[in-house]
């Protein structure tokens, strides 16, 4: 498809296991943000990736999360020795070129976590 | 950080009335998106307003930017059922390198 990709859709781990969550962007564009969405809330901003570069890693919510896009295409988020708080949908986006605020951002479904 | 407070969390509604949702912050952005999310579903952009007192009109959905650029409305002329979803208003930081800062969402229920 033309869109944003996410796999897997549903993760399901034990505390203190390490995942990694995967972001195919659409093809071309330049700009790739991940955001966290609790139940009942709005997405909140983690990481921003302008091609290969992390430009912006203010929004990840301590050293356990990472995430990188060796190669300025895919995405991976990882989050080492996960917590229940952690437990939330993971959700990506791109756009086109640089990203100014007025450029729209294209989500995927998102990835559902949950941490037993 | 910016903080957008939605209005109202909740709203359900009879099919053919009509309602508005506010979202407000004491900060200026640069640019308001409005999405809308479906259970399971990504968010989806229906509109981007830049310009204070900027109004656009997507068929029933009217948006407004506030002159000032704190807040935003989203208007819907004679609901229907399909209109049901979290809507979602996003305010972008700065003109460059656009963090989202997002409200918490209004859920709206249109009864048929």
């Known amino acids: 498809g033309a869109g944003v990709s996410q796999s897997p859709r549903y993760k399901v781990a034990k505390r203190g296991q390490d995942v990694a969550l995967r972001c195919d962007p659409i093809?071309?564009?330049?700009?790739l943000f991940w955001y966290q969405q609790a139940l009942g809330q709005g997405p909140e901003f983690l990481t921003y990736f302008q091609n290969e570069a992390q430009l912006d890693k203010s929004g990840l919510p301590s050293d356990r999360f990472f995430a990188e896009r060796p190669e300025g295409s895919v995405s991976t988020l990882k989050i080492q020795r996960t917590q229940q708080e952690d437990s939330a949908v993971y959700l990506c986006?791109?756009?086109?070129?640089?990203?100014?605020?007025?450029?729209?951002?294209?989500f995927g479904d998102g990835t559902r976590l949950s941490i037993l | 950080t910016q903080l957008l407070e939605q209005s109202p969390q909740f709203l359900s509604i009879q099919e053919g009335e009509n309602l508005t949702v506010y979202c407000n912050s004491s900060s200026v952005f640069s640019s308001l998106q409005w999405y809308r999310q479906e259970p399971g579903e990504g968010p989806v952009l229906l509109v981007t307003v830049v310009t204070g007192g900027e109004v656009k009109k997507l068929k029933r959905l009217t948006f407004q930017f506030g002159d000032a650029r704190k807040d935003s409305s989203l208007h819907i002329t004679a609901a229907q059922p399909g209109d049901t979803g979290l809507y979602l208003c996003a305010g972008g930081e700065k003109e460059y390198g656009n963090k989202l800062v997002f409200g918490a969402g209004t859920i709206l229920r249109v009864k048929s």
């Open positions: 093809s071309g564009h330049v700009s």
């Open positions: 986006a791109s756009s086109s070129l640089v990203a100014y605020s007025n450029q729209p951002q294209h």
